[in-house]
C-alpha cells in the first residue's frame, strides 16, 4: 500500500520546508507574481514533475469553463482579456477551460462532425489571450452532464441516426458514439488557429488535452467500463497528437481495483477507479476535484477539511507510489452558498488547501499544481454558481492566491537547484 502522509511531525516538517526554500531562494529570486521565465516548449513529465524546458514547473491556475462561449460575442470578449490579465498578474499561470458545446444553443458542433465556425473563431481567440498572458491551457473534450451537451447529447444524436440505447452511458460503449467522439477529439486538435495561425497540436500554449469533464457511469460503477473507454480513447489522443499531456478529467473516486481505498470515498462509487484509469500508459498525470461542501453537505466546516486533506493525501499518495505520475488538483473552491459563508470563511479555506498542497509538494513532489474554481470577471452574473471569485473586486482573495502563486513558483525555483546540486 502506497505510505500516507504522516500527520506527527508536520508542523516541524513544514517550518523546515519553508526555511529550506528561504534559505535556497532568497539570495537569487524575490517571488514575483508576473514573473513567468521559461515559458516556451511544451510541458511534459518525468517520473512525478511536470518539466519545462528541463526544468521543474509547479504552477497555480484556475478554472473558467465559459471563456469560448464568452468569447463567441465580439462585444463580450473584453471579458475574457480581463480575467487572464487579472489572472496572469496574480501569477496565474495555467486554466482549464471547455473546448467543446454540443448541440443547442451557441453549439461548437452543432450536430455530429457540423460546427459552427463562429465557435471555433471564438476559441482560437481564447487559445491567443492565453499565449499573449504567458498562461497555459488545458482544453476539455467533452462534459459528463448535460449542461453545453455532454455525452447525454452524444447519445441523442445516436438515437436520432436510428441507434438503439439503453442509456446515455452507451455513449462509453457503443461504436458509433464512440466515434463521433473521436471525430470531436480530432476536429479539435487538428484546428488551425485563424489568429496565431498554429494548429492546436502545435501549440505549447496548450499543455494538456482532457477526455472528459468528470466521467462518471451508472451502468457500472466499478470503473471497468470508464477504464476501457480511457484505454481506447488516450490511444487514440496519442495517435493524433504526442506533443501534449493528456489527462482523464477524474474528481478522483476509488473503484474496485483496490477495496481498501474506497474508504476514501465520500460515502459512495461514480463509475470511475482512479487507481486502474490513471495506470493506463498514455494517461500523464492524475486529477483530483475536490468538493466536500456538496459531497459532504450538512457537515460543519471541520469536518469537511479533515475530508480534504484525506483525499489529498491518499491520491497524493497513489500518484507518487503506485502510479508514479504528476497530480494535480484540478478544482476546488468554497461556494457563496455554504451556510455560514464569507469571504474570509473562503480565504481561510483556500489558505488551508494551499497549505496541504505546499506541504505534500514539499514533501515528495507529486502535486505539481491546483486549478482553484473559478474565476470571472465583472458582469458575468448569468454565469455566476456561487465558487465565482472577481480578483478585481476580492483583494483578500486576490492575495491569497498571488501568494501560493509565489509559493509554487519559488518550488520550481527549489527543485531547480536541488535537481543540480
Known amino acids: 500500500m502506497a505510505r500516507e502522509v504522516s500527520r506527527v511531525g508536520y508542523n516541524n516538517l513544514?517550518?523546515?520546508?519553508f526555511a529550506i526554500v528561504l534559505l535556497l531562494l532568497a539570495p537569487v529570486y524575490e517571488a514575483r507574481p508576473d514573473?513567468?521565465?521559461?515559458?516556451?516548449?511544451?510541458?511534459?513529465t518525468r517520473g512525478t514533475h511536470f518539466v519545462l524546458n528541463g526544468s521543474p514547473f509547479y504552477f497555480n491556475g484556475f478554472n473558467a469553463y465559459w471563456m469560448m462561449h464568452v468569447a463567441a460575442q465580439p462585444s463580450e470578449r473584453s471579458?475574457?482579456?480581463?480575467?487572464?490579465?487579472?489572472?496572469?498578474?496574480?501569477?496565474?499561470?495555467?486554466?482549464?477551460?471547455?473546448?467543446?458545446?454540443d448541440g443547442g444553443d451557441e453549439a461548437l458542433q452543432i450536430s455530429p462532425g457540423v460546427y459552427d465556425e463562429r465557435l471555433f473563431k471564438a476559441l482560437d481567440f481564447v487559445v491567443a489571450e492565453a499565449r499573449k498572458y504567458e498562461i497555459r491551457l488545458i482544453l476539455s473534450f467533452v462534459n459528463n452532464y448535460n449542461d453545453f451537451?455532454?455525452?447525454?447529447?452524444?447519445?441523442?444524436?445516436?438515437?436520432?441516426?436510428?441507434?438503439?440505447?439503453?442509456?446515455?452511458?452507451?455513449?462509453?460503449?457503443?461504436?458509433?458514439?464512440?466515434?463521433?467522439y473521436k471525430n470531436h477529439v480530432k476536429r479539435v486538435i487538428t484546428r488551425f488557429n485563424t489568429i496565431t495561425r498554429t494548429v492546436y497540436r502545435d501549440d505549447s500554449t496548450i499543455m494538456a488535452w482532457e477526455l472528459m469533464n468528470e466521467p462518471r457511469c451508472?451502468?457500472?460503477?466499478?470503473?471497468?467500463?470508464?477504464?476501457?473507454?480511457?484505454?481506447?480513447?488516450?490511444?487514440?489522443?496519442?495517435?493524433?497528437?504526442?506533443?501534449?499531456?493528456?489527462?482523464?478529467?477524474?474528481?478522483?473516486?476509488?473503484?474496485?481495483?483496490?477495496?481498501?481505498?474506497?474508504?476514501?470515498?465520500p460515502g459512495y462509487q461514480v463509475g470511475t477507479d482512479f487507481i486502474t484509469n490513471n495506470l493506463i500508459k498514455d494517461i500523464d498525470f492524475s486529477t483530483i476535484h475536490a468538493y466536500p461542501d456538496i459531497w459532504l453537505s450538512g457537515k460543519d466546516d471541520r469536518t469537511q477539511m479533515a475530508f480534504m486533506r484525506r483525499w489529498l493525501e491518499s491520491h497524493w499518495a497513489d500518484s507518487r507510489k503506485t502510479l508514479r505520475k504528476p497530480m494535480v488538483v484540478a478544482e476546488f473552491g468554497k461556494s457563496s452558498k455554504d451556510p455560514g459563508y464569507s469571504i474570509y470563511a473562503r480565504d481561510s479555506y483556500m489558505k488551508a488547501v494551499y497549505g496541504t498542497i505546499d506541504y505534500l509538494a514539499k514533501y515528495g513532489g507529486t502535486v505539481?499544481?491546483?486549478?482553484?474554481?473559478?474565476?470571472?470577471?465583472?458582469?458575468?452574473e448569468p454565469y455566476h454558481?456561487?465558487?465565482?471569485?472577481?480578483?478585481?473586486?476580492?483583494?483578500?482573495?486576490d492575495e491569497?492566491?498571488?501568494?501560493?502563486?509565489?509559493?509554487?513558483?519559488?518550488?520550481?525555483?527549489?527543485?531547480?537547484?536541488?535537481?543540480?546540486a
Open 14 to 17: 513544514r517550518s523546515f520546508s
Open 385 to 397: 454558481d456561487g465558487y465565482e471569485i472577481i480578483l478585481s473586486e476580492n483583494p483578500s482573495t
Open 368 to 380: 505539481g499544481g491546483s486549478l482553484v474554481w473559478q474565476l470571472m470577471a465583472p458582469g458575468m
Open 79 to 101: 471579458k475574457v482579456t480581463q480575467v487572464f490579465h487579472d489572472a496572469a498578474k496574480a501569477g496565474l499561470t495555467v486554466c482549464r477551460t471547455w473546448a467543446f458545446s
Open 149 to 180: 451537451g455532454g455525452r447525454a447529447q452524444y447519445a441523442q444524436w445516436g438515437r436520432n441516426a436510428g441507434i438503439q440505447t439503453n442509456s446515455d452511458d452507451d455513449f462509453y460503449t457503443h461504436p458509433t458514439l464512440k466515434q463521433y
Open 35 to 44: 514573473d513567468q521565465t521559461n515559458y516556451g516548449g511544451f510541458v511534459r
Open 218 to 265: 451508472q451502468a457500472d460503477y466499478s470503473g471497468r467500463t470508464v477504464n476501457a473507454w480511457v484505454q481506447e480513447m488516450a490511444g487514440y489522443v496519442k495517435s493524433i497528437d504526442n506533443k501534449h499531456l493528456l489527462e482523464v478529467g477524474m474528481e478522483g473516486f476509488y473503484g474496485d481495483s483496490v477495496p481498501a481505498r474506497k474508504q476514501f470515498n
Open 400 to 420: 491569497v492566491i498571488s501568494r501560493q502563486s509565489s509559493q509554487m513558483a519559488g518550488m520550481s525555483r527549489l527543485m531547480m537547484v536541488m535537481t543540480n
